[in-house]
């Protein structure tokens, strides 16, 4: 049994709620209104995309500051305060050209980015030409195989920081990963798409929306109480193949 910040949990949990409902709303319209225009569902994208984007602007912040634990800083002030050995002085100094040495962590951090990035697109590059072959329906290829190849880096990461048991780290990388992509990627795309001759709206495949939201139920009853074991991984690994095969034989 592993332990995180159930308060981040939940947090977590809430904004994917939040999400796949708005998310689902285009649709609800749509099929509960005869004759609705299509402009309609298209200015509510444009509504419900600004107020995502809020909402991220505002996790943001109360994430940020949510960091600055008062208890934390003071703990480490006082640490920091107490009188070190010549020999912890020494290693700290050599810790810190260590990393002068390699440049100012953000510039690496944006440098890995950029490279992780690339590597992502020429796997997904060679994917497409294998798909051809094979001959794959796009829903399946789309839903399915481009996220898998797309985010190997980050599912690599999760695994690395779930064996060394640094849960926060864990779930923040992977659910914080699907809320950039529908609290702010989406809602961007759809802002943007105002430029172009085809907008695009909030209104997606309705089977896709179902796996979305059986997705974000099951991640929502597993996380919220801030604890996470052998089982519950096993659990999510059953839902993303049975929704993979659905996919596969989805016409």
């Known amino acids: 049994m592993h332990d995180y910040l159930p308060e981040i949990a939940r947090l977590n949990a809430s904004s994917l709620l939040l999400s796949v409902l708005v998310l689902l709303t ?24 600004i107020l995502l984007l809020i909402f991220y602007g505002l996790s943001l912040i109360f994430s940020l500051k949510s960091q600055q634990d008062v208890e934390g800083l003071n703990a480490l ?11 912890s002085r020494n290693a700290l100094a050599t810790q810190d050209r260590g990393l002068a040495k ?31 072959v094979l001959g794959w329906t796009e829903l399946f290829t789309g839903i399915i195989l481009l996220p898998l190849f797309g985010g190997v880096v ?7 920081t779930a064996l060394k048991n640094k849960m926060d780290l864990t779930v923040a990388v992977s659910i914080g990963s699907t809320l950039q992509v ?32 059986a997705a974000v139920l099951i991640t929502s ?24 095969t659905a996919f596969y034989l989805h016409p």
């Open 102 to 132: 390699f440049g100012n962590p953000v510039t690496i951090l944006l440098i890995c980015t950029v490279a992780l990035v690339v590597i992502s697109e020429i796997l997904v590059g060679s994917l497409e030409e294998t798909v051809k």
């Open 182 to 213: 529908v609290l702010f990627v989406a809602p961007l795309l759809v802002l943007v798409s105002l430029f172009f001759p085809t907008p695009l709206s909030l209104e997606f495949n309705v089977f896709g929306m179902f796996a979305a939201t």
């Open 221 to 244: 009853s597993i996380s919220s109480d801030g604890q996470s074991n052998w089982l519950e991984g096993i659990l999510l690994l059953i839902l993303y193949a049975v929704l993979g």
């Open 77 to 87: 002030e006082a640490r920091e305060n107490q009188p070190q050995p010549v020999s």
């Open 26 to 49: 285009p649709s609800a319209i749509h099929f509960t209104s005869d004759g609705l225009p299509k402009a309609a569902i298209q200015n509510f994208s444009y509504t419900a995309a």
């Open 154 to 160: 980050e599912y690599i990461t999760c695994v690395t």
